[in-house]
Structures are given as C-alpha cells and as structure tokens.
C-alpha cells in the first residue's frame, strides 16, 4: 500500500517511516502541509497519517483541502495525530473529516493496527469479498467458506458476523450489534445475540478464529494471527 | 500591630470631647442655680442676725443682750446645721455669742470659714444699737448647702450623664450595623470555594464599599489571569513533550522488534518504558493543569455511559495484554462534566487498577445512579488499599509504601482534584474481592 506521512518532527517522522515500511508500505514523507497537498492531488495514496500541529498550514487547513479537493480520485483514508487535546474533541466529532485519530505518544503497535483497519475498510470498501484469515465472505452471492470449504450460516449469524468483521479488534456493543441486526425482523434481546455470537464461535474457532467476549459490553473479533 | 478596632477606636476617639462636654455642662448649668440658693440661705441666717439684733439693749455703761432661752433655741434650731452667732459691739467687744465666731472679711456680707473644727458659712448684720450700729455674725454648718449643691450638681448632670451613655450606645451598636454591608462583603467571600475567582457583584454593595469591592475585583482578575497564565503554561509545555516522547517510544519501540543482544535489550526495554511513564506524565500533568483550582472548568451535559463506552476499546486491550478480565456494568447517568477531565479521571482509575492487579484478575468499570446521584467506579480484586492509607493515597506523589510499579503518585491525586472541580466526591472502599473501589459521585441534578 502506498501511505503518505505528514509530520514536521523528524524523529517521529521517521519512526513511524520504518515501522510502516516494515509491515510491507511503500511510505512518503514530508513535514510540510503545502507538499501534502500538493502530491495527493498528483497522486493517490492508500491512506494519509496527518499530523495537526504542522508549521504555517496546520493539519486542519491540509485536511480541508485534502477533503475538497481532487474528485474522482476515490476516498483517501486520514488517520490523524494530534499533541494537542483541545483539538481532541473537534477531531473525535469527526466533523473533520478523519476517519480516525490518535493523540501522541501512542504505541506503535496500537498505530498499526489502526492503519490496517482503515486500508481494510477503505479496500473492502463497497468491495464484495470480505476476508478474515481463512474466512472468505462473498457479500453478493452470500455465501462463506471456511479453508476454502462453503460455510453455512443463518442469516442472523452472517449479520452479526458482518457486524464484527467491519470493526475487526475492536470492542462492539451488544446494543451495537442488535441496531444492525434489527432491520433483519423483531426485536434481538441481548440473549439472543448470545446465541448467535455462541454459534458463530462453535463453526469458527475450530479454523483459529476467536471471538473474545467483553464482559457487560459485548464482543471483539481478534485479528487473525 | 494589634488589629484595631473600628468602634474601640471611634469611642476612643469620642469619649474626651463628650466628657469635657458633660464637665462644662454640668458647670454651665450649676452656677445658675446654686447662687440663688446660696443667697437664700445666707438671707435665712442674715434673718437670724436680724432677730438677734432686736434683742440689744443699750444701757449707759453697757450692752446688754438679753435673749430668753426659748428663743435662743428657737433660732439655733435647723434640722441639719448647727447654728453659731455672735454679738459685738460698735467697739468690736465682745457682747454675747460664741466667742471667737471670725467675721467676714470687711466688706463682704457672708463668707466661709472654719469654726470649732467645723466648716460654716458666716454672714454679718448690723443691729442698731443707741445711737451706734453693733454687729451681728451668724454663722452654720454647711451640711444643707453641701447636700443642696451636691443634689444641683447630681440634677444637672444625671440628664447629661444619659445623653453620653446614649451616645456612646449609638456609637457601638450603630457601628456595628453601618458595617453590616462589610460583614455581609466578607460572608460572600468567606462562602467561596478557593477556585472561585469570579469578580465580586458591586450593584448590591452601598457607596462606601465601593472602593474595596473594586480592589478585591482587581485583585481577583489579577490572580485569576495569573492562574490562567500558569495553566497555559503547564499545558504548553505538556503539548511539546507529546511530540518527541511519541518519536522516542516509536524508535525504542523500532529498536526491540529487532533482534538485540542482552544487555542492550533490556536497557533499551527499561527506556521504553521510562518513555511510556513519561508519556502518562505529560497527560496527568495536563490534567491537573485543567483541573487546578482557581481554574473554571467547561461543564457540559454528558453521559457517563457514553463516556466509558468511548474509552472501552483501548482500556480492554490494554487488560488483554496483561491477560486481566475486564468488564463493565454501565447504567445511563447524565451529568454535567467537562468530557476530558473525566476521561483523565477515568484513565488513572483504570491504570491504577490494571497497575495493581495480577494476571487473570478481574476489573470492573460501573456507572449509573445510586440513591439519584450519578456514580463512575472502578473496582479491582488487587491487594486493596490499607483504610489507614485511603486518606493518603489521593494526596500529590504520595506513594503506599513497598507499593511495586511504576506510578507517580498523581494519579488518585489527580482524581480526587478532577472530582472536586465536578463538586464530586471520591470514595475508597474494599470490594466485595477484598480488592480496592474507587468511586466518584456527583452530585444531584
């Protein structure tokens, strides 16, 4: 994947250049938000790591631009970092436009995982394959195979499925689940997701997929290792 | 100096010019009257002398007083002095009497004098005698005039002596209640809590107070822009130590996924963690630049649920990683709250619990309301906190002692700080586990 790193520190910069370029990225650089600008709107990049406080055109002024700018190039994931917690806010009312953030320090481990969830989403963005380690979902045809051998699942089972496979290690709520299941028929009690979620794990954990309970929240899809 | 007082020191201040007041008063008012009773009396005596008088009989060799003792003791009676007088002829000899009775001064009338131990008033007539005038002195004990004038003096200045005990009453009752605004000014003050450094409301304060309701404003503005100032400051330089620490943890973070040989690997571990630690620093420092009384706080209408179900995702990974059952039992409550301060609150409940509790333990995060008052606790099945120390804990760098971990000894500080900037309470208990529950309460509404 090809990411764009926008950030004025250099140490950080290059940090956050190596680690990425280890999980396999083609990754640019540049501390300045006027060249951020400038080589998205000449190329396309798989997701842009913005940082805020930037020198002369802050982090706000490049998303802004990065937002109205460029049609038809197709959406380009930001996932922004911030030092500062006054800005925390406006960021997590995501009436910036990012689609993710992250506040410094952070662990690297942590802004891995982020960035693989955004290209994730970005890729299957529309996409009709969803894949999960040896879980392949076909959204159009629906249908599942597991190693490569067709999986049957209720529709109730597919729709929570589908549910935790788009926040894949991230905690869902039970309430969560149930809104995007509800359009399937009546009303899901807690107990039934229950159900659905203990039925998921008897055909899935067998192939190493896990699904961790969080006890009085709801459910978490772990990564596949 | 002693702290002075406004009333001791206007009845200081008054109480010489009303004594003199009353002095001259009493002066003013006492001559009038004691010298018309004074010129009574001495008329009384000078009728004695007269009626003495009457009673020579001049003869050719001699003067003769003849006086029946009836008489005489007629004229020497008086219910309170003794009477004295003396009869002399125009030679100035000796006729009848009291010898020795001194006679006034020559052309005085009446005067006072001492005679037979006693003082006494002596007034002088003269009696025809013949062809020649004798002379009569009359004199008496002053008893009469002394309780007379005594009795003036006590009725002219009774009513006086009233007047300045009113005054002086009005002086120190009305002192206290022309202060009343004063007192009413250090009340508002005094029921103030510390962080309050809103200007003082003038539009109710009376005219004379003005002056010091607008030097206490200046004097609020200015230490409250000096607590603005220092918090800026404190979050300043929280925000620039964000950046590096997170290219520090990035490079040691680089480093430890490369294969190290020891003892490199463990150093470059213990810098990791040095620059996580450092890293929560930077944040609790914040906070308590935030929360910092004298500091006014945004509130704003929040869930506490909401709340803790935008900070659960990372806290359960956290726990994952430290293998730690981590769970919720969240119930609604609306507060008012600034959303940041709790959620620093929130985060050294939690990083205090996870810190402290072992590998498969069990970590509870609850909201909703107890008794109407919304609550947020965490509680831990660690090793608890010790009652003893429960008051300690929530003090700036104190530490339990023998306690392992990494912590810096603001955490709990910074909660209790963000808990009373909420007017919140903050309560350690044991859990049902033994372990330790922090809970904070807010209040109702």
Same mark, same amino acid.
């Given at each position: 994947?090809?990411?764009?790193?926008?950030?004025?520190?250099?140490?950080?910069?290059?940090?956050? %250049?190596?680690?990425?370029?280890?999980?396999?990225?083609?990754?640019?650089?540049?501390?300045?938000?006027?060249?951020?600008?400038?080589?998205?709107?000449?190329?396309?990049?798989?997701?842009?790591?913005?940082?805020? *406080?930037?020198? %002369?055109?802050?982090?706000?002024?490049?998303?802004?631009?990065?937002?109205?700018?460029?049609?038809?190039? *197709?959406?380009?994931?930001?996932?922004?970092?911030?030092?500062?917690? =006054?800005?925390?806010?406006?960021?997590?009312?995501?009436?910036?436009?990012?689609?993710?953030?992250?506040?410094?320090?952070?662990?690297?481990?942590?802004?891995? =995982?982020?960035?693989? =969830?955004?290209?994730?989403?970005? %890729?299957?963005?529309?996409?009709?394959?969803?894949?999960?380690?040896?879980?392949?979902?076909?959204?159009?045809?629906?249908?599942?195979?597991?190693?490569?051998?067709?999986?049957?699942?209720?529709?109730?089972?597919?729709?929570?499925?589908?549910?935790?496979?788009?926040?894949?290690?991230?905690?869902?709520?039970?309430?969560?689940?149930? %809104?995007?299941?509800?359009?399937?028929?009546?009303?899901?009690?807690?107990?039934?997701?229950?159900?659905?979620?203990?039925?998921?794990?008897?055909?899935?954990?067998?192939?190493?997929?896990?699904?961790?309970?969080?006890?009085?929240?709801?459910?978490?899809?772990?990564?596949?290792? | 100096?002693?702290?002075?007082?406004?009333?001791?020191?206007?009845?200081?201040?008054?109480?010489?010019?009303?004594?003199?007041?009353?002095?001259?008063?009493?002066?003013?008012?006492?001559?009038?009257?004691? #010298?018309?009773?004074?010129?009574?009396?001495?008329?009384?005596?000078?009728?004695?002398?007269?009626?003495?008088?009457?009673?020579?009989?001049?003869?050719?060799?001699?003067?003769?007083?003849?006086?029946?003792?009836?008489?005489?003791?007629?004229?020497?009676?008086?219910?309170?002095?003794?009477?004295?007088?003396?009869?002399?002829?125009?030679?100035?000899?000796?006729?009848?009497?009291?010898?020795?009775?001194?006679?006034?001064?020559?052309?005085?009338?009446?005067?006072?004098?001492?005679?037979?131990?006693?003082?006494?008033?002596?007034?002088?007539?003269?009696?025809?005698?013949?062809?020649?005038?004798?002379?009569?002195?009359?004199?008496?004990?002053?008893?009469?005039?002394?309780?007379?004038?005594?009795?003036?003096?006590?009725?002219?200045?009774?009513?006086?002596?009233?007047?300045?005990?009113?005054?002086?009453?009005?002086?120190?009752?009305?002192?206290?209640?022309?202060?009343?605004?004063?007192?009413?000014?250090?009340?508002?003050?005094?029921?103030?809590?510390?962080?309050?450094?809103?200007?003082?409301?003038?539009?109710?304060?009376?005219?004379?107070?003005?002056?010091?309701?607008?030097?206490?404003?200046?004097?609020?503005?200015?230490?409250?822009?000096?607590?603005?100032?220092?918090?800026?400051?404190?979050?300043?330089?929280?925000?620039?130590?964000?950046?590096?620490?997170?290219?520090?943890?990035?490079?040691?973070?680089?480093?430890?996924?490369?294969?190290?040989?020891?003892?490199?690997?463990?150093?470059?571990?213990?810098?990791?963690?040095?620059?996580?630690?450092?890293?929560?620093?930077?944040?609790?420092?914040?906070?308590?630049?935030?929360?910092?009384?004298?500091?006014?706080?945004?509130?704003?209408?929040?869930?506490?649920?909401?709340?803790?179900?935008? #900070?659960?995702?990372?806290?359960?990974?956290?726990?994952?990683?430290?293998?730690?059952?981590?769970?919720?039992?969240?119930?609604?409550?609306?507060?008012?709250?600034?959303?940041?301060?709790?959620?620093?609150?929130?985060?050294?409940?939690?990083?205090?619990?996870?810190?402290?509790?072992?590998?498969?333990?069990?970590?509870?995060?609850?909201?909703?309301?107890?008794?109407?008052?919304?609550?947020? #606790?965490?509680?831990?099945?660690?090793?608890?906190?010790?009652?003893?120390?429960?008051?300690?804990?929530?003090?700036?760098?104190?530490?339990?002692?023998?306690?392992?971990?990494?912590?810096?000894?603001?955490?709990?500080?910074?909660?209790?700080?963000?808990?009373?900037?909420?007017?919140?309470?903050?309560?350690?208990?044991?859990?049902?586990?033994?372990?330790?529950?922090?809970?904070?309460?807010?209040?109702?509404?």
């Amino acid at each position: 994947m090809r990411l764009l790193i926008v950030e004025d520190d250099a140490p950080l910069a290059s940090g956050l %250049q190596r680690i990425l370029e280890a999980e396999g990225h083609a990754v640019d650089v540049t501390p300045r938000g006027e060249e951020a600008v400038l080589a998205a709107s000449q190329e396309k990049f798989d997701l842009v790591i913005l940082d805020i *406080g930037l020198p %002369q055109m802050d982090g706000f002024e490049v998303l802004r631009r990065l937002r109205a700018g460029g049609p038809g190039r *197709g959406p380009m994931p930001v996932l922004v970092l911030t030092a500062r917690d =006054a800005v925390d806010d406006r960021v997590r009312g995501l009436d910036l436009g990012a689609d993710d953030y992250m506040v410094k320090p952070f662990a690297m481990p942590e802004l891995t =995982a982020r960035v693989r =969830a955004l290209l994730r989403r970005s %890729q299957s963005h529309g996409g009709p394959r969803i894949a999960h380690g040896p879980l392949q979902l076909d959204t159009v045809a629906r249908r599942a195979f597991l190693k490569g051998e067709p999986l049957e699942l209720a529709a109730r089972e597919w729709a929570v499925l589908e549910v935790l496979l788009a926040r894949v290690e991230k905690i869902v709520s039970k309430e969560a689940i149930i %809104q995007a299941v509800a359009g399937w028929g009546d009303d899901l009690s807690p107990n039934a997701i229950e159900v659905y979620v203990s039925r998921l794990r008897s055909k899935l954990e067998p192939a190493g997929i896990r699904i961790r309970t969080v006890r009085g929240f709801g459910y978490m899809l772990e990564e596949y290792k | 100096m002693a702290a002075r007082s406004l009333r001791a020191h206007l009845l200081r201040m008054l109480l010489p010019p009303i004594a003199a007041a009353l002095a001259l008063g009493a002066v003013i008012s006492y001559f009038p009257t004691i #010298e018309p009773a004074t010129q009574a009396y001495d008329q009384a005596l000078v009728d004695i002398g007269l009626a003495l008088g009457s009673h020579v009989r001049v003869t050719q060799t001699e003067y003769r007083f003849e006086l029946p003792p009836a008489v005489e003791q007629v004229l020497r009676t008086d219910r309170f002095d003794r009477i004295y007088y003396r009869v002399m002829s125009p030679a100035g000899l000796e006729i009848a009497g009291d010898p020795g009775l001194p006679s006034p001064p020559s052309e005085a009338v009446a005067h006072n004098t001492v005679y037979d131990g006693n003082k006494v008033r002596v007034v002088s007539v003269l009696a025809p005698c013949g062809r020649s005038t004798c002379t009569v002195l009359v004199a008496e004990t002053m008893v009469k005039r002394e309780r007379l004038a005594r009795d003036l003096l006590l009725q002219s200045i009774l009513p006086e002596l009233l007047i300045a005990a009113a005054t002086l009453l009005i002086v120190w009752f009305g002192v206290k209640r022309g202060l009343r605004p004063l007192a009413r000014l250090s009340e508002e003050i005094k029921a103030r809590s510390a962080g309050d450094l809103r200007p003082i409301d003038a539009a109710g304060a009376p005219e004379e107070t003005r002056p010091l309701v607008g030097a206490l404003n200046g004097l609020l503005d200015e230490v409250s822009a000096a607590s603005r100032k220092q918090q800026r400051f404190l979050a300043d330089a929280a925000h620039q130590l964000r950046t590096p620490l997170a290219g520090l943890q990035a490079h040691a973070e680089l480093a430890l996924a490369q294969p190290l040989p020891e003892p490199s690997r463990a150093q470059v571990e213990r810098v990791h963690q040095a620059t996580i630690r450092t890293g929560r620093l930077a944040n609790q420092l914040l906070a308590l630049a935030r929360a910092e009384p004298g500091v006014r706080i945004s509130l704003a209408p929040l869930d506490l649920k909401s709340l803790v179900e935008g #900070e659960a995702d990372a806290w359960v990974h956290q726990a994952l990683a430290r293998d730690i059952d981590f769970g919720f039992e969240l119930e609604a409550a609306q507060i008012q709250g600034d959303a940041f301060l709790l959620r620093e609150a929130l985060a050294n409940l939690v990083h205090n619990a996870l810190e402290y509790s072992q590998r498969g333990a069990r970590v509870t995060v609850r909201t909703g309301r107890r008794e109407r008052a919304a609550f947020i #606790e965490v509680e831990d099945d660690g090793p608890g906190i010790a009652p003893a120390e429960r008051g300690r804990v929530l003090e700036r760098f104190y530490r339990v002692p023998g306690t392992s971990g990494t912590g810096s000894g603001l955490g709990l500080a910074i909660v209790r700080e963000i808990a009373s900037s909420h007017g919140a309470s903050i309560a350690i208990t044991d859990s049902a586990s033994g372990g330790c529950r922090v809970a904070i309460t807010f209040p109702h509404g």
